[in-house]
């Protein structure tokens, strides 16, 4: 079975840094494409960031570009997310999300629970 | 980026009817070259991820209950709930991967 676990949201300071961490089971991080989407409080979905199963094409929304890079280690079967300079509307709840394509982001058929981030003073 | 509009933004619906969300697209989100609509509809419950529901407009996932088709081409798209169950009660999402992923604000499914 597909389990999709993120981690590593938590209160923080405007400007402050964060990592996220998105452990995958039940299939290979090096056989699909993968992705994070957050969700603001009450708010849509919003896609953030893309990156091809062997890591070689990579892609940022322009609200989170320059400020974030997603990465991943197969030998863990993990997806990451670093995110810097982080803003108050960057507070959200952020789920990784598998790609059921190969090549280009396009639609989502595993989701994890999401781990909250704040970013307030 | 291309921007999706849903409406309504909530509907109530008696149990057993039916409910009709649509989605429109500023653009068009067919690919000529294969024929294929980029978008994806999707489920969420309070306090759960989204679930996918259907995707290329009308393909409906594995395990999702046939109550539920996607329909539509081009700029304009519909989820139909043919008969709503309490169990259905959530927000659904449009989703396009035409371009840079984008979503819907959602709509929101009452029971009447």
């Keep these: 079975e597909v389990h999709l676990v993120e981690s590593g949201g938590r209160l923080v300071q405007p400007g402050g840094s964060l990592r996220l961490s998105c452990a995958a089971s039940g299939f290979t991080l090096t056989t699909y494409d993968m992705n994070w989407v957050r969700q603001a409080p009450g708010r ?62 396009c639609y989502y058929d595993s989701w994890g629970r999401g781990t909250r981030v704040t970013v307030s003073s | 980026d291309i921007v999706l509009t849903q409406s309504p933004d909530s509907l109530a619906v008696s149990l057993g009817e039916r409910a009709t969300i649509n989605c429109k697209s500023s653009q068009s ?72 992923p984008t979503f819907g604000q959602g709509t929101k499914v009452e029971i009447k």
Excluded: H
Excluded at chain 1, 50 to 74: H, L, P, Q
Excluded at chain 2, 42 to 57: E, F, V
Excluded at chain 2, 73 to 93: K, M, N
């Design chain 2, 29 to 100: 989100i067919l690919y000529t070259s294969n024929n294929k609509n980029y978008l994806a509809w999707y489920q969420q419950k309070p306090g759960q991820p989204p679930k996918l529901l259907t995707y290329w407009a009308s393909t409906r996932e594995s395990g999702v209950p046939d109550r539920f088709s996607g329909s539509g081409s081009g700029t304009d798209f519909t989820l139909t709930i043919s008969s709503l169950q309490a169990e259905d009660v959530a927000v659904y999402f449009c989703q396009q991967y035409f371009g840079t």
């Design chain 1, 44 to 105: 849509g979905l919003e896609w953030i960031s893309y990156i091809s199963s062997g890591s070689t094409t990579i892609y940022y929304a322009d609200s989170v570009k320059g400020r974030f890079t997603i990465s991943k280690d197969n030998a863990k079967n993990s997806l990451f997310l670093q995110m810097n300079s982080l803003r108050a509307e960057d507070t959200a709840v952020y789920y990784c999300a598998r790609d059921r394509c190969s090549g280009s982001s």
